[in-house]
């Protein structure tokens, strides 16, 4: 029912201008690089869209990159422009801040007022300085995403900052602004996702999006803001696949994104061999990462991802009576002749080879999401310390002996001290990319569809 009432909501809020505001799809060759704060960081929106990309478009050599860096405002990621993001080549740069650049506490203050409108304007001075750069980037396309939101309204405890997010609203639609000036794409998740919080916080106050902090979305957050990333692109009514069959005659009526062949109708057993050229979507049942407890499989309550961009629908049509379907000799499931005429979202079916094959995928993801993200500690130790003490890429002694002399000041620093005291050096470096290229490399010659034995019976 959630889905049902959403969906007709969504038509009518501003989640339908997201699409409306068309971000090209990515296409092969394309390296994607997302740069941000801790939300881009420490977050999986961007793991989620290569997933999608890795299973949707399994012939397709993209590579996506984490840019975020934690606590990082504009200003803080012109610092490292060259260093960091420029050196890693980006065809597609998506650029999203504004969470840290509107502040914090001194909204609780006597002047908020003044405080939010200084934020506000240190934020646009800091952007057009960034912008200055990319206009020197002709052959990358630029995104402008304007930052999912902080959540005033959750009924939860700490954390209060009122009138925090009318300030990053503000700085996205000056990002949004600048994009149509330079003809750059964009898409803001700010509003979408406040519309959302506010709609499914009418039943229960404490819902967020926003994670338990307000700030950093948890894993069902980053799966919507991948949804409408993906939304943006165009990917509504992208099927896996589309089979139908009709059963009375046994024949194919038709077969949208794969082929299906040998169709033989004998008595009431229709079979039949089933070639995808796309995985399903697999969805995440566990929590990931440190401090979240919603998996990315509660989004699937919140937005159509399901509805609208993850179909494999087998329909066969003309038959009476219960059937139970084998995939490769394995049983799948039952399903009524209405059911089977009305089409059947095998995509839902966790237990199809095609579905196991995809979370494989899923899990060398995660893989590689998790090591990927080692290096962005490496590159806070580089940018949020060493850079601002002329040490940027020292990786010698001096520079060991001025992290310790700080380090029981900068508790951030404390905690990545271990990691750092291995990363700077440059064989460590190198073997953790070589196992970050394994990872990749293992993921796209696992994604490539296989041809399935499909095996309807009658009961």
């Known amino acids: 029912m959630k889905k049902l009432i959403l969906s007709a909501v969504l038509g009518a809020m501003t989640l339908g201008a997201a699409q409306a505001q068309e971000i090209k799809p ?3 060759g394309d390296r994607v690089v997302f740069l941000g704060n801790s939300i881009t960081d420490g977050g999986l929106y961007h793991s989620y869209i290569w997933l999608y ?3 949707r478009y399994p012939e397709m050599n993209l590579k996506v990159f984490n840019g975020g860096i934690g606590g990082d405002t504009a200003f803080d990621m012109n610092k490292r422009l060259d260093n960091d993001i420029f050196s890693k080549d980006p065809s597609v740069l998506v650029v999203t801040f504004g969470m840290n650049d509107s502040g914090y506490f001194e909204y609780n203050g006597d002047n908020a007022k003044e405080f939010g409108e200084q934020k506000y304007q240190e934020s646009i001075g800091n952007f057009n300085n960034m912008v200055k750069r990319f206009e020197g980037l002709p052959e990358t396309r630029m995104v402008m995403v304007g930052t999912s939101p902080y959540d005033n309204d959750a009924k939860i405890e700490g954390n ?3 009138d925090k997010n009318k300030t990053i609203q503000r700085i996205v639609d000056y990002q949004m602004a600048t994009a149509d000036q330079h003809g750059w794409e964009h898409i803001d998740w700010n509003r979408p996702m406040v519309e959302l919080n506010n709609r499914f916080q009418e039943a229960d106050s404490s819902f967020t999006l926003c994670g338990t902090d307000r700030i950093h979305p948890d894993n069902h957050g980053h799966m919507v803001m991948a949804y409408l990333f993906l939304k943006a692109q165009g990917m509504t009514g992208n099927k896996v696949a589309d089979i139908e ?10 077969e949208e994104n794969c082929t299906v062949t040998d169709l033989v109708k004998k008595g009431s057993t229709i079979s039949f ?9 697999p969805v995440d049942t566990l929590a990931r990462t440190w401090g979240m ?3 990315q499989a509660e989004a699937l309550n919140i937005v159509p ?3 609208e961009m993850n179909q494999e629908v087998l329909k066969v049509t003309g038959l009476k009576g219960d059937y139970r379907l084998f995939i490769d000799g394995e049983e799948m499931g039952t399903w009524s002749a209405a059911d089977l005429a009305n089409g059947v979202n095998l995509a839902e079916v966790i237990w199809t080879p095609q579905y196991q094959q995809a979370l494989a995928v899923m899990h060398l993801n995660n893989r590689r999401w998790e090591l990927e993200r080692e290096f962005r500690y490496y590159a806070w130790c580089q940018h949020g310390f060493f850079q601002q003490l002329g040490l940027l890429n020292a990786n010698n002694r001096h520079a060991v002996e001025v992290m310790d002399k700080n380090i029981s000041s900068n508790g951030w620093m404390q905690g990545r001290r271990p990691l750092y005291s291995a990363m700077m050096h440059k064989g460590v470096r190198d073997g953790m990319q070589a196992e970050l290229d394994a990872l990749t490399n293992a993921i796209y010659s696992i ?3 296989e041809v399935h034995h499909f095996e309807l019976q009658k009961l």
Do not use: R
């Open 273 to 281: 061999d089933y070639l995808a050229k796309s995985l399903p979507y």
């Open 53 to 55: 990309y890795m299973t």
């Open 245 to 254: 069959i009709n059963g009375s005659k046994g024949k194919l009526v038709k």
């Open 305 to 307: 991802f399901v509805e």
């Open 26 to 28: 990515f296409k092969d």
């Open 447 to 449: 994604n490539k569809p």
């Open 293 to 295: 407890s919603h998996p």
């Open 160 to 162: 209060n900052f009122k």
